[in-house]
C-alpha cells in the first residue's frame, strides 16, 4: 500500500498519489465575505479624499480668478478649525488626549510655529517656481495629488501605504498652485488651508469612524455634497463626471466586489507547503 512518505523506498514512481489524494481538497478557506453596506460604509475614507483633492482645487481656483480673498479663506478655515479641534476631543470625552499625554498648550504653540514659519517664508514660496513654466506647475500638481491619494493611508494594510509620503505629495502640490496666485498673502494661506484639508481633516473623520459611524456617513454626504456645489460653479460639466465618480466608488464598486468575490476559486490540500502546528518550543530549551 502506498504511503505519503520519502523516508521508504515504494514500488511507485515519485509522482504517484493514490484515490485519496483529492480527499483533502478544500476551496476558498480563507475567502472572506462581504456585505454589500459595510464596504460602502469603508469606501467612505476614498469619497472623502477625493472631495478633500476637489475642495482643494475649487477654493485655489476661486482664489486665483480674484473671486475669494485671503483674508475670507483664511477666516472660515480658522472657525471651521476651531470647532473641528472641539468636535475632535468631545467625540470620545478626551480619551484620546490622556492617553497620548499631550496639552492644549502644546497643540498652540505647534500651530503658532507653523503658521509663523509659513508666513515668514510665504514670499519665498511665492517666487520658488518663478522659473518654471505654468503648464510643467499643473501638470506636477496634478501628479503630486494622484499620488497622494494613491499613497493616501484609507486603512488598508498594504505596503503601498505611507501616510507621510502621501502628505508630503500633498503639499508639493499645494505649495506649487500656491506660487501662482498673485501675492504672498495669498500663497501664505493656501498653504495654510491645504494643511488644514489634507493633515488635520482626515484626523477628524478617522475618529468620527471609530467612534459614531453614523455621525461620520452624514458628514462624508454633507462633503461630497459641498464639494460637488462648489465643482458645479466652475463647471457643471465636470460636476456631473465627478458625481459619478463617487457613485461608482461607493455603490458600483462594492457591487462588483462582491459579485467577484463568488468566482473565487482558491484550491488548499495535502500539495500546500507543511504548516508544522505542534508546540515545537521544548525542543528549543
Known amino acids: 500500500r502506498w504511503q505519503k512518505v520519502l523516508y521508504e523506498r515504494q514500488p511507485f514512481p515519485d509522482n504517484y498519489v493514490d484515490q485519496r ?5 478544500r476551496k476558498n478557506v480563507h475567502a472572506r465575505r462581504y456585505r454589500y ?10 469619497v472623502q479624499q477625493l472631495c478633500s483633492v476637489c475642495v ?11 473671486m475669494l480673498s485671503p483674508q475670507g479663506l483664511f477666516g472660515a478655515a480658522l472657525v471651521s478649525s476651531l470647532l473641528g479641534y472641539v468636535l475632535f476631543d468631545a467625540v470620545d470625552g478626551g480619551a484620546g ?30 517666487t520658488l517656481t518663478e522659473s ?39 503639499i508639493f502640490a499645494s505649495v506649487c498652485l500656491a506660487s501662482r496666485l498673485p501675492r504672498s498673502l495669498h500663497a501664505f494661506v493656501m498653504v495654510t488651508f491645504a494643511m488644514q484639508i489634507f493633515a488635520l ?24 455634497l459641498a464639494a460637488l456645489a462648489g465643482l458645479a460653479t466652475v463647471s457643471s460639466v465636470g460636476a456631473v463626471l465627478f458625481a459619478s465618480l463617487l457613485l461608482a466608488i461607493s455603490c458600483l464598486c462594492p457591487y462588483c466586489l462582491i459579485r467577484l468575490q463568488q468566482l473565487k476559486d482558491n484550491i488548499h490540500g495535502p500539495w500546500d507547503e507543511a504548516e ?6 521544548r525542543f528549543l530549551m
Not at 499625554?101 to 509663523?116: C, I, M, P, Q
Not at 453614523?214 to 458628514?219: A, D, F, L, Q, S
Request: aromatic fraction near 16%; hydrophobic fraction near 50%.
Open 21 to 25: 489524494f483529492l480527499e483533502e481538497l
Open 37 to 46: 453596506w459595510a464596504v460602502v460604509f469603508q469606501s467612505g475614507a476614498v
Open 56 to 66: 482643494f482645487v475649487v477654493t485655489w481656483w476661486y482664489m486665483d480668478a480674484g
Open 97 to 126: 488626549r490622556r492617553e497620548s499625554g499631550r496639552t492644549r498648550w502644546a497643540d498652540l504653540k505647534s500651530t503658532l510655529v507653523f503658521a509663523a514659519f509659513t508666513y515668514g517664508f510665504s514670499p519665498v514660496l511665492k
Open 132 to 170: 518654471i513654466s505654468t503648464d510643467t506647475i499643473y501638470a506636477m500638481s496634478a501628479l503630486m495629488l494622484l499620488g497622494h491619494l494613491i499613497f493616501f493611508d484609507y486603512g488598508a494594510n498594504a505596503a503601498i501605504v505611507s501616510s507621510t509620503l502621501s502628505l508630503n505629495m500633498a
Open 201 to 224: 481633516w482626515p484626523m477628524l473623520q478617522k475618529k468620527l469612524k471609530a467612534q459614531t459611524p453614523r455621525c461620520y456617513v452624514g458628514v462624508t454626504v454633507l462633503f461630497a
Open 276 to 281: 508544522i502546528k505542534e508546540d515545537l518550543s
